[in-house]
């Protein structure tokens, strides 16, 4: 009992500060400062508690089960949110800003909680609750129609897919009678309908969380519309939490019914799926996001082109391939919030994110550009940056048994077109004059954050066994995901 | 470790200019000024220290640390022979770029980082031994161009980028595509050439992964039809950059075909090596002539440029020794004529007068208003056309002789190029610089020193290599019967 305590200890913190920054809110709801302070001090509290303190487990049937890599994901999560809440206190609106962040930490909480579950009950519930606050913030610049849009495009979407995700997580749980996902690993021969029904309606309510075809619709008006904090969090903690775990179910609980998704050698199962939806999302995220003219648009096709290449991944379920996704997932996510960052920052100096606002950045901001440069570049999969290795790395292991290689032509073709869109927006930023002078505005914490994360991207670039490592020894994803399939 | 210091010069050097306060921005061409006089000194150490003697290692200055064990990727540096050349012509261009340079004063901080990660990459790619540590700095590349072009080019610059950007990234995935299928295919979990080099690829296989990867490179080499980013490209760019460009980038191109693409799958060379030496005559005879047509002096170096690569190109299919040694030394040989050309062309003229038009040019004396840039641009267009003496003669000769034992029907079409790079050399040089009109003399601002300097060094270099042209040509025959090559190389019987 003690033992699950601690290792709920980080989320509960969250909790707490959560409701301290709502108490600080009604007593002092101007004092943004002190908000932002409490909520990052929060959660350096959790990240202590995670690091400090580490316990490895299976509590309560499956629902809280932590392991090195659970662990490391709930630091990655807490991360990228404590990485939004520095960026809200530029493009939040001032009224109920504490509000605001408790919301961003009970989305943050959601997102921890789902990285360390192997139940499907456990799983529906932390995705409601990493769900309801985004919707809610996507909505919380309450003058902007556009946010207002946002909020109701997500919601409504969101629910759907919900709906088909607890549709069918029950159907899996009909067919084998438990929750856990290692009870349903136990399930072998042949499908039963009903659990391919519920695969299918897994798959597309994930569809949503990680904003892939048949789902991605929403991405662009959400992305454009709400808080740019907001956005970043939903473009890169939410879609870390949802890779993870769809990682999780597919693999340790599914592992049986993986199929095969090679050209000529199609075996019914979840591969193939993913691999249609794989190869949808790439061509029209890249497609689409070449006449972009707002950036926060732009990214947003780019990121459901990159939920593709995930998906790739994911369809080759072999140990490297898995390794690869969850590292590409892990880089992908900084960099887009680094990117975002970026944004937040040209938005405030120039009231907009389209791309004649990010003109004359170079000359008025030159550490802004070149960290956009470093953001672009990467997503680009351009070296010596961290997103091309994680491309690199993706691409190899999915081709690695040579079965996908269609998939794999289809994303490096696809992934050079979409150099593109990202030097359209760094022509802007780096070639073009400014139309007028501008000033630059001080926002150092989130100027710094910014710094920080493409040192980061540069770094994992040049060194990315450092990510890799605690990815792939022999702990983490081989013994955990892969000795389940195996046996 | 020397030859690690010729590109850590060059992304150090990049590095310190970034950190330059705004006030200190003119300092950025010293930096940049040393920087490449440190590479250069690196790569002329490894060119002179290079051990010739029969019992010398193939390969020298090797370094071996592991960088990524997961997939088997390690930082694997070292030289052949062929490296070392082509070290020692990315030294020499990029001084002299820098050089041509001096007067940029447009965003000089940005300017120089980004020429000397171009140069860093470059040099990276001829001493890389593991493939993907060479893709990495052959993708570092990338970036960089596009900027240069797009920020400080001239006639149509942002088109010109984005065409050239996007020609090299199509190539590029095409060469990620057969490198990551290559791995997968050799189940060896390394990125090794020389245990990739070792064989074992099926024909099929080599079938189809020998022309994705040879063209993916051959892109960047300029190789017909895929061509046309490089006139547009080289014509937007500023000085500096079409001399790396046309000097250097090109050659990564070429360099690369030679060392990933035919080196590792001989089987599919052998298949398609025809297809391609018809290709690169037709990137000779056709570049020539749309030269011929050219009214823009740019434009004229710009499609000889094309022409001088497809012999480049023909000579690495002759698959002898003749031809295959002639090729690196016209990627030696080209990459100082055509930057010489491009700089008097770009700096000399284009800076002073603010056309390039071959007609305009001519109405304005150049002889007498420009006379070191007329004597420049005269001795250039002598080197270029292939006259004995200077460096493309050599080449140019051993490149043919190469040829004529293996494709001799291809002679006649290669000869019919050279004569006609002889005519649209000795038109625009006479129409621009010696017209028989009236003259309008006009007065420019006299050349510079660091531009004397640069002039003088390139040219220089291609009398000395042309009246001594065994001193690359050894160390690069040396490296055909080296363990990664001798087995591309097929004497046939005419001897």
Redesign the interface.
């Known amino acids: 009992m003690t033992n699950l305590l601690i290792a709920l200890a980080p989320e509960a913190f969250l909790v707490i500060t959560a409701l301290v920054v709502l108490g600080i809110g009604v007593s002092a709801p101007k004092a943004r400062g002190a908000i932002t302070a409490a909520t990052l001090l929060g959660g350096l509290v959790a990240a202590a508690a995670l690091l400090l303190h580490p316990v490895d487990g299976n509590f309560l049937h499956g629902m809280v089960v932590l392991n090195p890599l659970a662990r490391l994901f709930k630091l990655v999560l807490l991360g990228l949110g404590l990485v939004s809440v520095v960026f809200a206190a530029e493009s939040f609106p001032k009224l109920h800003f504490a509000e605001a962040l408790a919301l961003l930490l009970f989305s943050m909480v959601g997102m921890m909680l789902l990285a360390g579950t192997e139940d499907l009950l456990m799983i529906f519930l932390a995705l409601e609750l990493t769900s309801l606050p985004l919707y809610i913030l996507a909505a919380f610049a309450k003058e902007s129609r556009a946010s207002a849009e946002a909020g109701l495009k997500y919601f409504l979407i969101g629910s759907v897919a919900a709906a088909f995700l607890l549709y069918g997580l029950s159907l899996i749980y009909g067919v084998a009678g438990s929750t856990n996902l290692r009870v349903i690993a136990k399930l072998s021969g042949d499908p039963d309908p009903l659990l391919i029904a519920g695969i299918a309606l897994t798959l597309l309510g994930f569809a949503f969380k990680i904003a892939v075809v048949p789902f991605q619709l929403w991405a662009p008006d959400v992305y454009e519309g709400a808080p740019t904090a907001a956005a970043a969090l939903i473009a890169s903690g939410s879609k870390v939490a949802g890779v993870f775990i769809l990682t999780k179910i597919l693999t340790l609980g599914l592992g049986h019914w993986t199929g095969t998704a090679g050209w000529g050698q199609f075996a019914p199962g979840w591969a193939p799926v993913l691999a249609l939806m794989a190869a949808a999302s790439v061509v029209l995220g890249n497609v689409a996001a070449l006449v972009q003219s707002n950036v926060k648009r732009l990214l947003a096709y780019s990121a459901i082109a990159h939920g593709g290449y995930l998906l790739i991944g994911l369809c080759a379920a072999d140990a490297?391939s898995l390794t690869a996704v969850l590292f590409y997932v892990i880089i992908y996510a900084l960099t887009t919030a680094g990117a975002f960052g970026v944004v937040v920052i040209v938005e405030k100096q120039r009231g907009g994110s389209h791309l004649e606002d990010f003109e004359g950045l170079?000359k008025s901001s030159?550490v802004l550009a070149?960290c956009l440069?470093v953001f672009l570049?990467s997503l680009a999969g351009?070296?010596?940056l961290a997103g091309?290795?994680g491309k690199?790395?993706l691409?190899?292991s999915a081709?690695?048994?040579?079965r996908h290689?269609w998939l794999?032509?289809l994303a490096?073709?696809m992934?050079?077109v979409s150099?593109?869109y990202y030097?359209i927006v760094?022509?802007h930023a780096?070639?073009l004059p400014a139309p007028k002078e501008t000033v630059p505005t001080a926002a150092p914490a989130s100027k710094f954050l910014v710094v920080l994360l493409a040192l980061a991207v540069l770094a994992l670039g040049l060194a990315?066994?450092a990510l890799?490592?605690p990815l792939?020894n022999g702990q983490t994803v081989k013994n955990i995901i892969i000795n389940t399939l195996q046996k | 470790m020397i030859l690690t210091a010729t590109f850590l010069s060059a992304f150090l050097g990049a590095g310190l200019i970034l950190l330059l306060p705004e006030r200190r921005a003119s300092l950025a061409k010293w930096i940049a000024l040393l920087a490449v006089l440190a590479g250069l000194g690196g790569a002329k150490f490894a060119f002179l220290s290079f051990d010739h003697s029969p019992a010398a290692p193939d390969y020298q200055f090797l370094t071996w640390l592991p960088w990524i064990p997961q997939l088997g990727i390690s930082f694997f540096t070292g030289a052949d022979g062929i490296s070392v050349v082509l070290l020692l012509l990315t030294g020499i261009i990029a001084v002299t770029g820098v050089l041509f340079s001096w007067n940029v004063t447009h965003r000089p901080r940005a300017f120089f980082a980004f020429y000397l990660i171009i140069i860093g990459g470059v040099y990276g790619v001829f001493q890389s031994f593991d493939l993907f540590l060479l893709f990495v700095f052959y993708e570092i590349v990338i970036i960089p161009k596009y900027f240069l072009i797009a920020a400080w080019g001239s006639t149509n610059r942002e088109y010109g980028a984005m065409k050239l950007t996007m020609y090299s990234v199509a190539g590029s995935a095409l060469v990620l595509l057969a490198l990551i299928a290559t791995y997968a295919v050799s189940g060896a979990q390394t990125f090794d050439l020389f245990v990739l080099s070792r064989g074992g690829f099926s024909s099929g296989f080599q079938a189809w992964a020998f022309p994705v990867m040879f063209i993916g490179f051959a892109v960047l080499a300029g190789l017909w039809p895929l061509h046309t980013w490089a006139p547009t490209g080289h014509v937007a760019a500023p000085t500096a950059v079409s001399m790396l460009l046309a000097g250097v980038v090109m050659k990564l191109g070429s360099y690369s075909a030679l060392r990933v693409a035919m080196t590792l799958f001989p089987e599919g060379l052998g298949q398609w090596r025809t297809s391609f030496a018809i290709l690169a005559t037709a990137g000779i005879v056709l570049g020539a002539l749309v030269a011929l047509a050219q009214k823009d002096l740019k434009f004229t170096v710009g499609y000889s440029s094309i022409a001088h690569m497809g012999f480049v190109l023909l000579g690495l299919m002759t698959l002898n020794r003749a031809g295959m040694g002639g090729a690196v030394l016209q990627m030696f040989s080209h990459g100082i004529i055509g930057g010489l050309l491009f700089a008097v062309v770009g700096r000399m003229i284009y800076d002073r007068t603010h056309t390039r038009d071959i007609a305009d040019l001519g109405k304005m004396d150049l002889l007498k208003a420009l006379p070191f840039a007329t004597l420049t641009f005269t001795i250039a267009s002598v080197a270029s056309m292939g006259l004995p003496g200077f460096s493309g003669f050599i080449a140019e000769l051993t490149i043919l002789k190469g040829s004529w034992i293996a494709f001799p029907w291809l002679l006649v079409p290669a000869g019919v190029g050279i004569v006609i790079t002889v005519a649209f050399t000795l038109r625009a040089l006479q129409r621009a610089f010696y017209p028989s009109g009236e003259p309008m003399p006009q007065s420019f601002d006299p050349i510079t020193f660091p531009e004397k300097l640069g002039a003088v060094l390139l040219m220089a270099v291609t009398v000395c290599l042309g009246v001594f042209p065994s001193m690359l040509l050894n160390p690069i025959l040396r490296s055909f019967q080296a363990p990664l090559m001798h087995h591309l190389v097929q004497e046939v019987t005419t001897k």
């Open positions: 490297p170079g030159p070149l440069l570049i351009i070296p010596p091309f290795f690199f790395y691409f190899t081709l690695a048994n040579g290689l794999v032509i490096v073709a992934n050079a150099l593109y030097l760094l022509k780096l070639v990315p066994n890799i490592g792939s």
